[in-house]
């Protein structure tokens, strides 16, 4: 699979997800999205990314954002995860791990000398055009959802004004 760039439009998806319902990126078509990936829930840092967006939840409310994480974990996993950690974003579930493929995250890993594959940190902030303008890789966790919060706010005042 061809990495993505910005400026491409961002691969759809339609899966489970917390709480018991589906989510699709179709559903939140003319907002900005803020898609993370991260490698399993309820480890040191997913907790920690997840704890961070959660609790800048409000100002990505306030700046038109919707935030989700993606992972290989099971919707009911992420239910424990949420339930657990008083989480609040949206968990979708990619046991298939196509969306996973499709957004080039799903890569070989390496732990100890040991070849696995793996989720690789990566966070994508999708346009409200469905087009991705900004890609984060290899994510280093503290201060990461503060940095998309920021460029979230810069994308909305391009979109004010132009």
Known sequence: MAELDVGTLAPDFNLPRDGGG????AEFEG????????????TSGCTTESIAFTQLLPEFDRAGAVVIGMSPDSAKSHDKFIKKRA???ILASDEGRGT?????VWKEKSLYG?????VERTTFLL????RISKIWSKVKVDGHAEDVLKTVRELEALSINP
Do not use: N
Request: proline share 9%.
């Open 22 to 25: 589906r989510v699709s990126l």
């Open 31 to 42: 907002k900005p999205v803020v898609l993370f990936f991260y490698p399993k829930d309820d």
């Open 87 to 89: 989480l609040g974003v």
């Open 100 to 104: 996973l493929e499709a957004y080039g």
């Open 114 to 118: 040991r070849k696995y594959m793996g």
């Open 127 to 130: 346009g409200p055009d469905g």
